[in-house]
């Protein structure tokens, strides 16, 4: 009995799809699980806003890898906005990149399975690396990654095929064209593509073998000098991350180069060793998961493992590695690692670390993974190595995991802000500023929540931005804003230049989640303290006049595509909509949304979110609510005592003077006095 299921395993793993597909089923567990409820990040906001709403994605890409625009425009075209279509293919990019390793490790050592198949494993479950969940980006990026990969097998494809080496090197080639003019992240892993001739030739013919390598590598070499000196030539066209050739050679010293090998040392540490060390305990993405959904995470990991150790139990091992093949292997991977880092190196870029920092470690993939897959064949116990090997892959999904999770909750807070934020400005004169704090998003700068909160307001011309969000802490200081000063001109950087707009021209937002947004209210805010004192002084700039009532008209399909459903109406859209009503001084809206208030039951999140129900009662005749809750505040919430006093002062000079609010009015001055 056990001898037939061995046997039939043995068929069933030993089947030529099977590793493939089992490599599809591992890409999916990892990266797709979350999909339903993670949506675009990062620069996927800007990307769609330029081609979806300006019909003009290529304006994204200009000054920055211009000629990558070329490659995103026929997905654009074919999968528009949406998400679904973006998930798959990215997820699908990710295992293309996979198979596309595999294949070209047969093409250098043969029909070698077990290598093949863990080498490619790794590089899916690659730890180092942890925003595959951009897909559109990242999907991309992929493609070009898989590109490059093919590039290099049908160079060696045509080493071999006599018959079809014009056609083979002509495929190479262009291949390799397309990596080396898009982007920068794998222009010097060129060099492996020699570097595996060699070893070729050097195994075929050791006497005749550089004559050789010489003569095959001329068509492949004129490229990549072709290549070097157009990027090099047009930098600034090229990328934002420049470099100069002679301040570099001019600052070379000895203390220069030995902090360049100790940064070296650790940067190859951390997207290696470092990135599976880290993966054993994430700390801080441990902190929403809950039990169920790490158990949940906990039997996929096992489950990969045990599918893992069942495929190299089961897959044939053709032959062993010589001497020979070890040291090549062990140069390859070596070389392929330092070869990787070289564009973020001399861009003074930091490579590994967190979410978008580790794109940049993307290119090591290669050489981590053959190495690793090198030390495990280093090993007698082949029951041993299989296990090893399982419990890191094992490992590396759960990882992975975890970090899709963290992905779903910040994406919750984000989509919290963006629709709270249309919902208090439903309406926008364009060309405004909008200034806040650093927001406490992970995954996303404020490039990247300006092109989402584009989405919320129309466009006047299809050429402009309606608004742009700048985080103060980063921007008080620089050319875009030198020092908090009225009238100063403000406008968006590289791809944003279609924004023009001043520093008055501006309104302050505040964001602590949970809490609501909050449109700061220089009369109030001033006294707030729960801001900082950057966002205070910036308050100057705030002209809240530049919000409208009544909402513009949007294309609300392709706000349903990007965001999702709109949330279901929770206090912080009633707090929202109170806060309009009080800036316009609709009295009897705030009192119908009272009422909903009271009877859902719904509380705040801040006690400084009750300040437009206030305003409102105080407004609508109904004193003795509005001292209740500002006496309840008091007590809770001493720290916007202030607050409430100037809260007091402008209901006071607004309202129609009366026994009853002269007697609130004392009962507020008593308290804040007694405070």
């Known amino acids: 009995m056990i001898k037939i299921i061995k046997d039939k395993l043995t068929v069933f793993f030993q089947h030529k799809f099977s590793f493939p597909a089992f490599l599809f089923l591992t890409t999916f567990l990892t990266y797709g699980l979350m999909s339903p409820w993670l949506r675009f990040f990062h620069d996927e906001y800007s990307i769609l806003l330029f081609s979806e709403r300006m019909q003009n994605a290529s304006q994204f890409f200009t000054g920055n890898r211009p000629f990558l625009g070329y490659v995103y425009q026929p997905f654009l075209f074919l999968f528009g906005s949406n998400y679904f279509l973006w998930f798959i293919f990215g997820i699908t990019m990710r295992w293309l990149h996979a198979l596309c390793l595999m294949g070209l490790i047969k093409e250098i050592w043969g029909d070698h399975q077990h290598f093949a198949i863990v080498a490619s494993l790794l590089c899916i479950i690659f730890p180092a690396f942890q925003a595959q969940f951009a897909f559109m980006i990242f999907g991309i990026l992929f493609l070009l990654f898989s590109f490059f990969l093919l590039s290099l097998t049908f160079s060696i494809k045509a080493l071999k095929n006599k ?37 070729l030739f050097y195994k075929e013919n050791k006497q005749n073998w550089l004559k050789r390598l010489l003569t095959e590598s001329i068509p492949y070499l004129l490229l990549f000098i072709s290549a070097s000196i157009w990027r090099y030539s ?38 290696s060793f470092g990135s599976w060390v880290y993966a054993f305990y994430p700390s801080h993405l441990l902190e929403n998961v809950s039990l169920k959904v790490l158990l949940i995470f906990f039997l996929i990991s096992v489950f990969t493992g045990i599918i893992s150790i069942l495929m190299l139990r089961f897959t044939k091992q053709h032959r062993s590695f010589s001497k020979q093949d070890h040291i090549f292997i062990l140069s390859f991977a070596s070389i392929s690692i330092i070869c990787a880092g070289f564009p973020f190196w001399i861009a003074n870029l930091p490579i590994g670390g967190q979410y978008m920092y580790s794109r940049w470690a993307i290119p090591f993939m290669i050489g981590v993974s053959v190495f690793f897959t090198w030390l495990f064949h280093c090993g007698k116990n082949s029951n041993f190595r299989y296990s090893l090997i399982a419990f890191l892959i094992a490992l590396g999904v759960g990882y992975q995991l975890i970090i899709a999770n963290s992905f779903r909750h910040d994406l919750e807070k984000q989509l919290s802000y963006y629709w709270q934020f249309k919902w208090r400005i439903p309406a926008l004169e364009k060309d405004t500023t909008i200034f806040s704090n650093m927001l406490d998003f992970k995954y996303e700068n404020s490039d990247e929540v300006s092109g989402a909160l584009n989405f919320f307001y129309p466009n006047h011309d299809n050429q402009t931005i309606t608004l742009f969000q700048f985080y103060l802490p980063e921007r008080v200081g620089t050319a875009l804003l030198p020092e908090i000063q009225p009238n100063f001109p403000i406008s968006g950087r590289r791809y944003y230049d279609a924004f023009k707009s001043n520093s008055s021209q501006a309104i302050l937002v505040d ?165």
């Open 163 to 199: 018959q079809m080496k014009f056609l083979f090197v002509f495929i190479a080639l262009g291949l390799s064209l397309i990596s080396l003019t898009t982007t920068e992240y794998f222009f010097t892993l060129e060099i492996l593509r020699y570097l595996i001739f060699g070893f």
């Open 234 to 271: 047009q930098q600034s066209a090229e990328t934002t991350y420049a470099f100069n050739s002679n301040s570099i050679l001019s600052a070379i010293t000895l203390q220069s180069v030995l902090d360049f090998l100790q940064r070296l040392i650790i940067d190859i540490w951390e997207v």
């Open 511 to 675: 964001f602590q989640y949970p809490a609501c947004v909050k449109v700061l209210d220089p009369e109030i805010d001033s006294l707030n303290p729960s801001i900082d004192d950057l966002s205070r002084e910036a308050l100057v700039l705030a002209d809240n006049s530049l919000i409208k009532h009544d909402s513009q008209p949007i294309d609300t399909k392709l706000v349903r595509n990007i965001f999702g459903k709109q949330p279901d109406q929770d206090w912080c859209y009633f707090f929202a909509k109170a806060d309009l009503a009080r800036q316009f001084r609709k009295w009897g809206e705030i009192a119908s949304i009272s009422e909903i208030v009271e009877t859902s039951g719904f509380t705040p999140r801040d006690q400084r979110e009750w300040f437009p129900f206030i305003e409102g009662y105080a407004h609508n005749g109904e004193w003795e609510k509005a001292f209740v809750i500002s006496n309840t505040i008091f007590e809770e919430s001493p720290q916007y005592s202030q607050m409430l006093h100037a809260l007091w002062g402008r209901i006071n000079r607004q309202t129609d003077d009366s026994k009853t609010k002269a007697n609130i009015i004392n009962s507020i001055r008593h308290i804040v006095n007694d405070q």
